[in-house]
């Protein structure tokens, strides 16, 4: 395992980190969560991921108990919390002084941690004016419950105008964003950021690496059972899966398994590298229902040197996604 610095902070991340999202409670139990946690930390990974809004606060739950129970030194790893859907009142959900604080102290009891290490806003909020969530993140700061905050697909304006304001309080801007990076999924990342990574030192913290699993080849016959697609709640992926432009990434991702298999890889182990190609990345969160899954995805780190200029040519020629700046005239 290799550690990036997330962005220009001091702080330096492994460059596979591990999540909750759909798994934690739905797909992965307590002794569970704490096998593949163990796992993940035997391997380097530093980061583990978590939000508010998953499984309404269970899976910190779960997080928090495999933590106690790992009984990791607290200065070992950082784990994340993100603030945006909590409840249905007014009160629970957004950006306001009052919900961030709300949030933060509610997931530090969940989790059982003194301090968040990373504290993302999970959503811009129109409602709330961005001094607001600015100062407040500060705050939490100062009062040592956080210690880095950041953004979840926010805008590259939105950034730039959380910067400015940071500048203009002399306070502290946010660190990191956590946006959609996969295959089929690159625009945000290499452009509407690009000038971001140098200006403001932006780090980045990618999430659905596998598009949720698709870049498996795991859907190439339909959807199987057991896997994310058919739980209850995700019928809105099963429905992305089954659309056209589903069935058209389903039929690259077949593409894209020869390939990997050609150059003796997984799929998902190439498909995880390829994210990892991208020096503006610093780490991929990984997701995985099995301890199989993850152990696959660990080892992907053993083929680096196999992610070489004619491959990523070949994954580019497959895709052909790749995002272009837009003429300046
Ligand atoms: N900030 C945000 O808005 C946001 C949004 C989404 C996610 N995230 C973060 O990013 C993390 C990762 O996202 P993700 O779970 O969507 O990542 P992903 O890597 O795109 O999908 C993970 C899923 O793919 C399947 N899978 C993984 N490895 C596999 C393998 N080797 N073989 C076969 N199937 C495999 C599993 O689903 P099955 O159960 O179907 O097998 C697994 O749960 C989340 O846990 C969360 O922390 C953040």
Redesign the pocket.
């Known amino acids: 395992m290799e550690y990036r610095k997330l962005g220009k902070s001091g702080i330096k991340v492994s460059e596979f980190s591990f999540?909750?999202?759909?798994?934690f409670k739905s797909?992965v139990d307590t002794k569970l969560a704490k096998e593949c946690m163990a796992m993940a930390y035997e391997h380097g990974v530093n980061f583990f991921?978590?939000?508010e809004v998953y499984s309404d606060g269970d899976s910190e739950v779960i997080m928090g108990e495999a933590l106690k129970q790992l009984n990791w030194t607290r200065d070992s790893y950082l784990v994340s919390s993100?603030v945006f859907w909590g409840g249905q009142k007014p009160t629970q959900r957004g950006l306001s002084r009052k919900h961030v604080f709300d949030a933060c102290h509610a997931a530090m009891k969940r989790l059982q941690v003194d301090y968040l290490d990373l504290y993302?806003c999970?959503r811009p909020d129109i409602d709330t004016p961005v001094e607001e969530t600015v100062l407040a993140m500060n705050d939490l700061i100062r009062q040592g419950k956080i210690l880095y905050w950041g953004t979840?697909?926010w805008s590259a304006e939105q950034l730039r105008e959380a910067h400015q304001v940071a500048r203009d309080y002399r306070v502290i801007g946010p660190t990191m964003e956590?946006p959609?990076y996969?295959l089929f999924h690159r625009e945000r990342v290499e452009i509407e950021y690009s000038r971001l990574y140098e200006t403001v030192g932006l780090g980045t913290t990618v999430?659905?690496?596998?598009?949720?699993?698709l870049?498996?080849g795991?859907y190439e016959n339909g959807i199987p059972e057991?896997?994310?697609?058919n739980i209850t709640g995700y019928e809105w992926l099963k429905a992305r899966f089954l659309s056209p432009e589903g069935q058209a990434q389903i039929a690259k991702a077949k593409e894209l398994r020869l390939l990997a298999e050609k150059n003796g890889m997984?799929l998902?182990q190439m498909s995880l590298l390829w994210c990892l190609s991208n020096p503006n990345v610093s780490t991929v969160?990984?997701?995985?229902?099995?301890t199989e899954?993850l152990r696959?995805?660990l080892a992907a780190l053993e083929h680096k040197a196999k992610m070489n200029p004619e491959v990523l040519e070949a994954i580019e020629a497959i895709v052909q996604n790749k995002p272009e700046h837009a003429p300046l005239f």
């Open positions: 999540g909750s999202w759909v798994t797909q991921d978590n939000a993100k993302f999970h979840s697909e956590q959609e996969n999430w659905s690496p596998l598009s949720s699993g870049l498996t795991k057991g896997t994310r697609a997984k998902s969160i990984l997701g995985a229902s099995k899954q696959e995805n």
